[in-house]
Structures are given as structure tokens and as C-alpha cells.
């Protein structure tokens, strides 16, 4: 059974700090980029950051680089996303997903080929 099991969000301060985790099973992490959607109230679904689990690459939204750091751990089929220097506009469901490197770049969320159950991240101001 694939799965995507995320977990980390919360409530927290703006300029505050959260680490975000994504464990993966039942299918082979090697052959897929791994990273976050997330979607705020009345907004549409946007790519954040994701990374390929084979080389390393990895893709940030113009509004997180340089506060999000997305890496790997391969031993354990997990993603993390540590997110700092939060802002109100960060506040939205963040969704673990695996598919395509290049589906980031275009938002396609459509184009995901697995999905894990949002997680709230409330940043208050």
C-alpha cells in the first residue's frame, strides 16, 4: 500500500520555525521527486519545494527560497522541509506528494502520482 505519512505542522509566530517531515512506503523512493504542495483558503493548490530522491536536485518556490530547506533522509524514505522566518502568508494545508521533477516547476499538481493527507500550518501575526 502506498503512503505518504506527513507530519509537523502547527501554530506558530511569524519569523517563527517548523520542520515539516513526509514518510514514504510502498513504492521505490529512488524513482520520484518528493516534496510539498499546499493550498490556503480560496487560493489554488501551489508547488513549494521538492526534491529527487536519485541525485539530489532540488526546486523552491520563488516565495520560500532562502527560508525553506528541503532534504532527505534515503535510509528512511523521508522528506523534511525546514521552514523558517515564517510569514502569515505561509498559512495554508501543506500537502506531501510524490511525482515528476518538472511537475513542480509547472504546478502541475494534476501530474502527481501519489498523495499524502494535508497538514495545517498556521502562521499568526
Known amino acids: 500500500e502506498v503512503q505518504l505519512q506527513a507530519s509537523g505542522g502547527g501554530l506558530v509566530q511569524a519569523g517563527g520555525s517548523l520542520r515539516l517531515s513526509c514518510a514514504a512506503s510502498g513504492f521505490t523512493f529512488d524513482d520520484y521527486a518528493i516534496g510539498w504542495f499546499r493550498q490556503a483558503p480560496g487560493k489554488e493548490r501551489e508547488g513549494v519545494s521538492c526534491i529527487s530522491s536519485s541525485d539530489g536536485s532540488t526546486y523552491y518556490a520563488d516565495s520560500v527560497k532562502g527560508r525553506f530547506t528541503i532534504s532527505s533522509d534515503n535510509a528512511k524514505n523521508t522528506v523534511y522541509l525546514q521552514m523558517n522566518s515564517l510569514k502569515p502568508e505561509d498559512t495554508a494545508v501543506y500537502y506531501c506528494?510524490?511525482?515528476?521533477?518538472?511537475?513542480?516547476?509547472?504546478?502541475?499538481?494534476?501530474?502527481?502520482?501519489?498523495w499524502g493527507k494535508g497538514t495545517q500550518v498556521t502562521v499568526s501575526s
Open positions: 506528494a510524490a511525482g515528476g521533477f518538472g511537475s513542480w516547476y509547472d504546478n502541475d499538481y494534476y501530474g502527481m502520482d501519489y
